[in-house]
């Protein structure tokens, strides 16, 4: 194995080892536990990620990027905004049903938690929610809708309130507070924010 190969497979075993620890410890999580369960150091922690909050930090990009993969096939660009925003809150709703949907929602509240609690962490998990965002709003820019192009501004406006919608429902899915909420559903109430008030507001 390279050295190279060898980093890879270290910092691989210690988001794992991590999202196991946070999800379950929260605040608590020990950076000598993660190591532990890693069966690496904390010495390997501190020369991959710099910190724990760069630990931290790496796990959210590491969390939110299948939630990124495949969206611009998901979303080809021919797509009317419209129907792309259509198609992405099925996609969320599809992945309610993930078995470790539950999981990664306690590890996500988590991670809130820790942020709610470090004034170091909290800006530097928003940036990478809003990375988050953006990527969305560039999938949503220039798309057709009522006859002209979305705008990069429009997109970012539409992609904050859908993010923030889809994320509300699908928790209420995940934790069983939400009886009944298909696609149809989660699509639908995406589509009501397509309105001239998010989009354009006075």
Do not use: W
Request: proline share 5%; net charge negative.
């Amino acid at each position: 194995m390279t050295r190279v190969e060898a980093k890879q497979r270290n910092r691989r075993a210690l988001l794992d080892a991590a999202r196991g620890i946070v999800a379950r410890d929260g605040h608590r999580a020990r950076l000598e536990e993660i190591a532990e369960r890693a069966e690496l150091t904390t010495g390997a922690i501190y020369s991959l990620f710099g910190s724990k909050n760069g630990l931290l930090i790496a796990l959210v990009a590491d969390h939110l990027g299948p939630h990124d993969e495949g969206l611009e096939r998901l979303l080809p660009a021919e797509l009317a905004l419209v129907d792309a925003v259509d198609a992405f809150a099925r996609h969320y709703r599809r992945l309610c049903d993930d078995p470790d949907a539950l999981r990664h929602l306690s590890f996500e509240i988590s991670l809130q938690d820790l942020a709610l609690r470090d004034p170091e962490l909290q800006p530097r998990l928003a940036a990478s929610v809003r990375a988050h965002e953006e990527r969305l709003a560039g999938l949503f820019t220039g798309r057709s809708h009522d006859g002209s192009a979305v705008t990069p501004p429009q997109a970012q406006r539409l992609a904050t309130a859908v993010r923030g919608l889809l994320v509300g429902l699908s928790q209420g899915v995940i934790l069983g507070r939400i009886d009944a909420a298909p696609e149809d559903y989660f699509a639908a109430t995406a589509r009501a924010l397509v309105t001239t008030e998010v989009l354009d507001p006075p």
